[in-house]
């Protein structure tokens, strides 16, 4: 799995009030299942993206390519969301969570470039030494990806709402990684 050029890559906060329709049509999606929002509401969404906002250890972005919007990208303290008080956070651990907008017509290493784009973003703070994840372990497309981009699994974990994978990426297991070597 190789990241491809498939255009400009932006991101801006997420502002919920006008993007909660869009975001509703993707989390919403069958192929977002993994996203647990299937049930929810515009107004649903709208208010979990305002809670986001609001927060200061979650952030979350709508990615842009080429001035289109194309993808969802959260970042967040693991500490303080999401996996409080596991034993296998460190200093320096980032969490993250990425969807990619769901299509009719798939790019050929579209989600690939948009991952690297997004860990890119993840490491450009220097204190920043691992990116966390911890998707649902029966999701198989996502952790073929993470595995390209050089996650490792450490063990599965109970959550609230799933049995996640818990991994982490080192900068340097990123940068050696198919998704992160590619130039």
């Known amino acids: ?42 107004a649903q969404v709208r208010e979990a993206y305002r809670v986001i906002a609001a927060d200061p250890y979650h952030h979350a972005y709508l990615g842009r390519v080429d001035g289109e919007p194309a993808f969802l990208a959260e970042r967040y303290d693991p500490s303080r969301r999401e996996l409080v008080g596991l034993p296998e956070l460190r200093t320096g651990d980032v969490g993250m969570h ?4 769901p299509t009719d017509r798939p790019v050929h290493g579209f989600t690939a470039t948009v991952m690297r784009a997004v860990l890119q973003e993840c490491f ?24 390209a981009a050089g996650f490792e699994v450490l063990r599965h974990v109970r959550l609230a709402d799933k049995v996640a994978a818990l991994s982490v990426v080192t900068r340097d297991a990123f940068t050696a990684s198919t998704i992160g070597g590619a130039r």
């Open 1 to 42: 799995m190789t990241a491809a050029t498939v255009g400009t890559i932006g991101m801006a906060p997420v502002e919920p009030d006008a993007d909660a329709g869009l975001l509703h049509a993707w989390v919403t999606h069958p192929r977002s299942v993994f996203w647990g929002m299937q049930d929810h509401t515009v």
């Open 124 to 147: 450009r703070p220097p204190g920043v030494r691992r990116v966390v994840v911890e998707p649902d372990v029966r999701n198989s497309r996502i952790a073929a990806l993470n595995a």
């Open 98 to 101: 990425l969807l990619v907008a």
